[in-house]
């Protein structure tokens, strides 16, 4: 393969120092694509999330030039916001979609494009710009806009949500390879894009880090049976509302880490509880060693939200951590068909609460730390997944 065709440009809304799993996959793709000869350049917005502020040392700045630990990166102007507002959230997607826009149309770039989608205005426009300009487009689809707004709840079905329709089928077949992290989302892309010969590969959300050495059991003196979430306080995942309608057995504790817009409901629900404790947000290479500290991690979705497998399934099954899925779907069957742990399928609170006395009880035995040490190490390999997407994907 000749130099040019090693040229990538990444465009994705999450870039590290910014913490959180979009941010994480993205530049967990940048670095393998680096290690493996491919000269890799991102564009990303001036790092906001997940806090909806500018980090300091960005802020004023339309445009700033820079490497990440050897990554070339491009980050252009964004409105930050965190606001719950509909309004005020989509002016912020706009905003580095608008500037994105115009940046592939006027600035020297790469001939081929990794496109994260979503935000859907991010990709639409990247697409367009890319279209314009003749470019090779490989999509890379982690949500599906807007059917995960209609089944959050943030969308209606009506004029405004079919544009955004007509803006996802204008991406899918536009794109000339579309990579996406489930199967639900390949199946989803293969109808609305009404194409049997698009070409569709499956990328899991495998991380890439140095596993801390295993810890078999908690790191205090408690004979409490310890519980953990670790990742974004939002909406979809619903912790506020675990907290104020679960009542966790006097032998267990139930440690959150992370940060997002339901933190302040969060903090106020959990002001009289004795055994949930809130740490705050850490950075991930000292999380992870925290993690393995733990019994268990929750992972909860809120709303089932088709095509949405989270990528915590993969990292804290690295880690060691069986796993209590509180949701449905696909990251449900990956949980029970590897034997991960238990899934809860019905967001039903008092199941979820009964699962935990079934623990407690031993009435129902999750996985050892090692047994979930040993299925992630075979089945969630990033190596053989990366070699497979190199060779299918981008030869």
């Not at 991102?42 to 909806?52: E, F, M, R, T």
């Not at 000292?286 to 992972?299: G, Q, S």
Request: aromatic content about 12%.
């Amino acid at each position: 393969m000749g130099s040019k065709n090693k040229d990538i440009l990444i465009v994705s809304n999450y870039f590290p120092p910014e913490t959180g799993a979009a941010s994480n996959r993205i530049f967990s793709l940048a670095e393998k694509l680096s290690k493996h000869q491919y000269n890799v350049k991102v564009i990303s917005p001036l790092p906001n999330y997940p806090h909806g502020k500018v980090l300091k040392t960005y802020r004023g700045k339309f445009k700033v030039k820079e490497t990440f630990k050897s990554i070339d990166v491009t980050r252009l102007f964004v409105v930050a916001s965190k606001s719950s507002n509909k309004i005020i959230r989509l002016l912020s997607s706009l905003s580095f979609a608008i500037t994105l826009f115009f940046y592939i149309l006027f600035a020297k770039t790469p001939n081929r494009f990794i496109i994260q989608c979503s935000p859907l205005f991010v990709g639409f426009l990247a697409v367009l710009a890319c279209k314009l300009k003749n470019k090779e487009i490989i999509l890379n689809v982690s949500d599906l806009w807007p059917l995960a707004g209609l089944e959050m709840g943030i969308l209606n079905d009506g004029f405004y949500y079919r544009i955004l329709q007509k803006m996802e089928s204008f991406i899918y077949k536009n794109s000339k390879k579309i990579i996406g992290q489930s199967n639900e989302i390949l199946s989803h892309i293969k109808r609305t894009a009404n194409c049997d010969d698009k070409f569709l590969f499956l990328y899991r959300n495998f991380p890439q880090f140095k596993r801390p050495e295993l810890v078999s059991s908690s790191h205090t003196s408690s004979t409490r049976f310890r519980i953990v979430y670790a990742g974004l306080i939002g909406v979809a995942q619903g912790i506020e509302t675990i907290c104020k309608e679960v009542n966790f057995p006097s032998q267990m504790e139930f440690h959150i880490y992370g940060d997002g817009p339901m933190t302040q409901d969060l903090k106020e629900y959990i002001n009289n509880k004795e055994n949930i404790f809130y740490h705050g947000s850490l950075k991930r290479e000292e999380l992870h060693h925290i993690l393995m500290t733990y019994d268990a991690t929750l992972i909860p979705l809120k709303n089932r939200i088709f095509g949405s497998v989270p990528s915590k399934i993969f990292e804290y099954a690295k880690l060691g951590l069986p796993i209590i899925y509180f949701s449905d779907g696909e990251g449900a069957n990956i949980v029970e068909d590897l034997n991960l742990g238990v899934a809860i399928r019905e967001i039903n609170y008092q199941l979820l609460e009964n699962q935990f006395i079934k623990i407690l009880n031993q009435k129902e035995v999750l996985p050892s730390k090692k047994e979930v040490l040993e299925i992630a190490e075979h089945h969630f390999n990033l190596e053989k997944q990366f070699n497979d997407f190199d060779r299918n994907c981008l030869n």
